[in-house]
């Protein structure tokens, strides 16, 4: 069936640094991928999305790249601050409505 | 965009009791659904509520335990029946707007089973 694959975690940088989260997925047809945020004691945020091959997503500096031939969805962001930690969920969306996550990355931004 | 509340934000219950969560969207959503968020864990969705008819639940999980209303398109109910400490999780709900795979949650329930 449909899953997705995230890097496990957790994982601890210095501000400013650079952060990827690995997200590797398994679908039939082609998905529509997700990162979500959940920040401490919140809910889920939608962080960015890319609905076919090749799309990038953005948003308050992250990006991530749909890429087909390496079914990957990889998250990145340049320089981080203090307030990107939280937790990370990489997600899809088959051909139907039904969201599938990943185990969740967490990330903690140290001053 | 829409905007998504849940109340209570945070209970703790008595094993044996039931706790019913509020969802409310401030406008009409074709479709709404329910997470559960076990300490530490990912989502997992129990069930697609439908406007008018019987939610729709994942494996594993049953109307007895987790009986779901849905009135009208804005508003959905999840009651979470005979609580033992296992039920102690974050459930969440979102919604879904026609043609678009997009789903925005809401801020979460902290229930805790004592």
């Known amino acids: 069936g449909d899953s997705v694959t995230q890097m496990e975690g957790p994982v601890t940088l210095s501000e400013e640094a650079f952060l990827t989260i690995n997200c590797t997925y398994t679908?039939?047809?082609?998905?529509?991928l997700f990162w979500y945020v959940q920040y401490p004691g919140e809910g889920l945020q939608l962080l960015l999305k890319?609905?076919?091959?090749?799309d990038k997503g953005s948003n308050k500096g992250f990006e991530a790249t749909y890429r087909k031939e390496t079914t990957s969805f990889h998250l990145e962001k340049g320089s981080v601050q203090v307030s990107d930690s939280a937790v990370y969920f990489c997600a899809l969306v088959p051909n139907d409505y039904k969201l599938s996550f990943g185990a969740g990355t967490t990330v903690t931004v140290r001053a | 965009s829409a905007v998504i509340s849940q109340k209570p934000s945070r209970d703790i219950c008595q094993r044996g009791t039931s706790l019913t969560i509020q969802c409310q969207v401030d406008s009409q959503v074709t479709m709404m659904f329910w997470y559960r968020q076990q300490p530490g864990q990912s989502l997992t969705l129990i069930a697609t509520a439908n406007q008018g008819s019987e939610a729709t639940y994942e494996s594993g999980f049953v109307i007895d335990k987790f009986p779901i209303s849905r009135p009208n398109l804005t508003f959905s109910t999840l009651t979470v029946s005979n609580l033992s400490p296992e039920d102690s999780s974050i459930y969440l709900c979102s919604f879904g707007l026609a043609g678009m795979n997009t789903q925005y949650f809401g801020p979460g329930t902290r229930l805790t089973v004592l």
């Open positions: 890319a609905t076919k091959a090749d």
């Open positions: 679908a039939t047809g082609y998905p529509s």
